[in-house]
């Protein structure tokens, strides 16, 4: 019993050793995996600015209906659409 108990004991220890039969990645693996990654966040942004790029013409809406006006972008257009809702509110509520 005493023996079985010694064993394991110094079975955890015997784990912790360094096996010279294992392959790590070190050094080399981390500078791949990082040239990966920023490859990747590369592509990603640069996808997101060809996506902003995209502008097409939706199918024509049924008989009757008006086409909608194209929305604009940026913080100007943003801007002139507050600054026209605005003047839309105080045309449409007078102040007294």
Do not use: C
Not at 11 to 34: C, M, R, S, W, Y
């Amino acid at each position: 019993m005493i023996a079985s108990h010694a064993l394991t004991q110094y079975v955890p220890l015997a784990a912790q050793e360094l096996d010279n039969n294992k392959v790590t990645p070190g050094l080399i693996g981390f500078v791949i995996f990082a040239a990966i990654a920023l490859s990747l966040w590369g592509l990603m942004k640069n996808m997101v600015k060809q996506f902003k790029k995209i502008d097409f013409e939706e199918a024509p809406g049924p008989a009757g209906a008006t086409a909608a006006p194209k929305p604009s972008r940026g913080l100007r257009a943003h801007r002139e659409a507050q600054a026209a809702q605005a003047a839309q509110a105080a045309q449409d509520n007078p102040a007294s």
